[in-house]
């Protein structure tokens, strides 16, 4: 058998629908589908994620039982940056001292992992991270 990447859904208010929107078509996925309760967005390798109306008003723990983040992977330290930018000129604050390199996180010392942390309106934790050569 031979199992890969489907889809995720994350539940949001349909309010922050154009934040989710903004920032996926930033970061290079295309929207499929959209409504007032819904917003699907491709990636090219044929993978999904889908932004629906929560049925109910609990907020999002990370640091609870669940997902902690969301990571998105770059090919340069350079979109890490750019990334950072992108979220300054929408007001969305970075979390936890980044962007920043975290060596503890790399098993080479030519390497590094380079993270910019933040959440979204609905507390959902997203990571944008370039791990490579320095």
């Known amino acids: 058998m031979n199992y890969s990447f489907g889809h995720i ?14 920032l996926m078509n930033f970061l290079g996925w295309k929207e499929i589908h959209k409504n007032e309760n819904m917003l699907g967005v491709g ?54 001292e980044t962007p920043r390199h975290r060596p503890e996180f790399s098993n080479d010392p030519n390497h590094t992992y380079y993270q910019v942390m933040f959440s979204s309106p609905d507390k959902i934790l997203f990571e944008i991270v370039y791990i490579g050569e320095k």
Do not use: R
Not at 9 to 22: C, E
Not at 63 to 92: C, I, Q, R, W
């Open 9 to 22: 859904q994350f539940n949001i208010d349909p309010k922050n629908q154009l934040f989710y929107s903004d």
């Open 43 to 96: 990636h090219s390798d044929g993978s999904s994620l889908w932004f629906s109306k929560g049925l109910s008003q609990v907020e999002n723990n990370y640091d609870g039982p669940g997902m902690n983040h969301f990571a998105f992977h770059t090919k340069t330290l350079t979109d890490v940056d750019k990334a950072v930018e992108y979220l300054s000129s929408k007001g969305a604050p970075t979390l936890f």
